[in-house]
Each structure stands twice: as C-alpha cells, then as structure tokens.
C-alpha cells in the first residue's frame, strides 16, 4: 500500500510547478487593495496568505480541502462502532487531499502510535512547574522542550536540500502531533486529578486514547474525535495558524512554531471564547432560578441584555453570514446524547430566540450562532469542569491543521514573512492630512 510520505511527495511535486509559475509570470497581479483601516485595524480582511488546506467560506463555513464540514465527517474513516471519524484521517487528508481508505486510515493509526510516546524528560518539566501554571504556559513549554528532538534541525545544520526541507517538517509535525493529545492529558491529571495519571493505551486511536488518559468513559472518545475535527484550521490569518505560518517562515521547525502557536491562542480574544459563552449560560440560569425557560421567557431575557448594550456571547462571526457547521456538528451530537442536560436546554432556548431577535434589532451582521455557542457546555457534561483547560484541546485541534500547512509551506518553499511598515506621518499623507 502506497504510505501517506509517497502520496504526499507525489502531490506536492505536482503542485509545486503551479506555484512557481505564479511567482514567475504573474507575480505583479495585484490581489487587492490594503485601506488604511486594515492597516491600523489588524489587517483583517487583507488577501496576504495562500494556503489550499482550508478555507473560510461565508455561507458554507469551513472548507478543508474544498470539503465541507458535513462532507469531511461523512467521507473520513471512522472507527468500528462510532460516529465520528478518525482524527488521524483528518491528518491523511489534509496533507494530500484525498480522503483516505478504511485501510490508509488504520495504518496511519498505526504509525502514530509509534509516535506518541511522551519523553520522561517532558514529564519532568511539567512536573517541575508552579502548581499554579496555566495549562496553556504547560502545553506551550513542553512542547518546546521537545525541540531537541527536530528532525528538521538536524537535516538544516547538516545542509538542507531545499527540494526535501518538507519531508523532515512532515517528519516534526507528524512526531509533534501524535504526542500533543497525550501531553494534554499529562497535564490534565497533573493539574487536576492530583497527579493520578492513566497510561497509555495502544490499543486506541488518537481520540480513544485521548479519552482514556483523560479518565472520561465513552462517547468522550467521539467527543475527543469531534473537537479536534472542528477546530482543526480557520484558514490562515487567525492568530493562532499565522503565528505558525510566521514562525515557520523563518525555517523554525516544528517544536517552535506550535509552540507559539499555543502562546497566540492563549490570548483571551482567541482562544477562550468557548469558555466564556459557558460561563454566561450558567450566569443565566443562575437568574433564572435554574428553571428552563419558555422562548417567550428567554426573549425577554435577550432582549434585556441588549438593550443594556450587552452583547449575546456565542452568536456573530467576522465572516460568516449562517449558523457555524461546527455549531450544526456539536448540536446533532447534543440532540443525541444531552437532550436532558438543563444547560443544553439553555443553549436549545437561545438558540431559538436568539437569531430572530438579532435580525430584528439589525445590528449584527450574523445573528447566528458560531462554534463556541455549546462547546463549553458539551466537557462540562462530561465532567471536564475547568475553564482553563478548554484552550488546551483546542491547541491540539488547531496543531492538526497548522502542521498541515507548514509541512506544504517547506514543500513549495516560501519565504520568510517580511511585510513593510509605515509611520503615522506617512499614513497621514497617504490621507492628506496636513
């Protein structure tokens, strides 16, 4: 069977002439206009990356490989009895593009449990660490710490071929990645299960694996699949997946790049929307008596926090103009297995009155909801209880889609990110201001 390595050297042997083609006859096109208000406002909007593993579509939401989210979840592989597919299948396709076979599916499995075994000296730094360390400051320092251990780094001190600088990258990110969910785990039980670890089991995959060094019984394990699957890329100018791109950029490997990739995604305007959103649903329940509410309860309610120039958290997008897919993906989850829980019932309640209302007072762009609308609410069910700790799975999630895209960013070797500066005395007279 041909391995994922060789699907992927003959794929990006067949992409690269198209890039260099690109670059050499059409390299002046201009691609857009950059305002001034793009410049000073966080560039959002502006059309500076190039990456085929993901895309944000505004009515269909995340595209990874030109596949909707539904298409993704339907076509991957699944392991035998559950409902969600492999996380390691994700891997396969975003790499190549191609969905993979039952069987490419499960020797990938294979291959990463090869991989993931974490180094005791990793478990050594975390457990050196302030008891009172982020989780995130946790994640971000152990995976640095492995950066001895970069392929990558060694192939560029002996002298890298530019051609093959990719295969030790995929080498990083594949050794990187298989480790990441069992290094969350580590410090999960370090942190909040008094150092009660559960060891490995190499009988699972990467999200049954996951589960079970978590301490949490199925269907945790598709929970785990399901997480990591949605948050996997955004395309490319996010915080978190261009600090990857920007690291990588400089022939960093791996180890470093993700690392400040984590760093990025612990800010709280990225990485801990999902928490929050929790943390006002159980805000509202505390005001409502812990009874569930009637729509007709719950518009006064909305209503209420609006007029008061609140905000609805979990609902909006920068970009999207429909309900997130990933929100659609974790409610048929909920529909199936919290339809009881009386936080799910919140979420269902708002998730009926909500749109309308904010169609109706006309100043969101997208009354519908995104993806941490009920993400927190679903490892709340499950026990996973600690705020801090939501970050951390979707660092792992996040690392699946990045990885992907610096591996190809070495296949098709671009450059270092250097784009230019001004002063304000040279924007104000871009602006005619005297």
Not at 105 to 134: C, G, M, T, W
Not at 387 to 416: E, H, K, M, S
Request: net charge negative.
């Amino acid at each position: 069977m041909q391995t994922l390595i060789d699907k992927l050297s003959k794929k990006i042997d067949e992409h690269r002439p198209r890039t260099v083609r690109l670059l050499k006859e059409y390299g002046d096109v201009e691609l857009g206009k950059v305002t001034i208000g793009q410049a000073i406002g966080g560039m959002r909007g502006v059309k500076v990356l190039v990456t085929d593993i993901s895309y944000l579509d505004p009515n269909e939401g995340i595209r990874y490989r030109g596949k909707t989210l539904p298409e993704v979840f339907e076509l991957l592989p699944k392991p035998a009895g559950k409902d969600y597919p492999y996380v390691e299948s994700l891997w396969f396709f975003l790499l190549t593009g191609d969905v993979p076979t039952q069987a490419e599916a499960e020797d990938l499995v294979e291959e990463f449990k090869k991989r993931r075994k974490i180094p005791q000296y990793v478990k050594d730094i975390l457990n050196a660490a302030p008891k009172d360390s982020h989780p995130m400051a946790l994640f971000s320092m152990a995976v640095v710490a492995m950066q001895k251990e970069s392929k990558f780094y060694k192939a560029y001190n002996e002298g890298l071929d530019k051609m093959t600088a990719w295969i030790p990258m995929y080498e990083d990110s594949t050794d990187l990645l298989a480790k990441m969910p069992g290094i969350a785990a580590y410090i999960y039980r370090m942190k909040y299960k008094n150092s009660d670890f559960i060891d490995d089991d190499m009988s699972l995959d990467m999200g049954g694996n996951f589960a079970h060094m978590m301490g949490i019984p199925v269907p945790y394990d598709d929970v785990a699949r399901m997480y990591f699957i949605t948050h996997a890329d955004h395309e490319s100018g996010n915080v978190s997946a261009h600090s990857t791109h920007l690291i990588a950029s400089a022939l960093s490997d791996a180890y470093y790049s993700i690392s400040g990739m984590l760093n990025g995604l612990a800010g709280p305007l990225h990485g801990l929307a999902n928490q929050e959103v929790l943390r006002w649903i159980q805000g509202v329940r505390e005001q409502m008596g812990n009874k569930i509410p009637t729509k007709e309860e719950m518009s006064k309610f909305v209503w209420d926090t609006l007029n008061s120039g609140q905000v609805i958290p979990g609902y909006g997008h920068a970009v999207l103009r429909k309900t997130d897919p990933r929100y659609t993906v974790q409610r048929e989850f909920c529909i199936k297995h919290l339809n009881d829980d009386i936080l799910f019932k919140y979420v269902d309640v708002l998730y009926q009155v909500v749109p309308d209302i904010l169609r109706e007072q006309g100043k969101a762009k997208n009354p519908w909801p995104n993806v941490d609308a009920q993400s927190g609410v679903i490892q709340w069910f499950y026990g996973l209880q600690e705020y801090d700790f939501y970050t951390v799975l979707f660092g792992v999630g996040r690392a699946i889609g990045t990885l992907a895209n610096i591996t190809w960013d070495r296949a098709l070797g671009y450059p270092i990110e250097r784009p230019k500066s001004l002063t304000t005395d040279m924007v104000e007279a871009v602006a005619g201001i005297k």
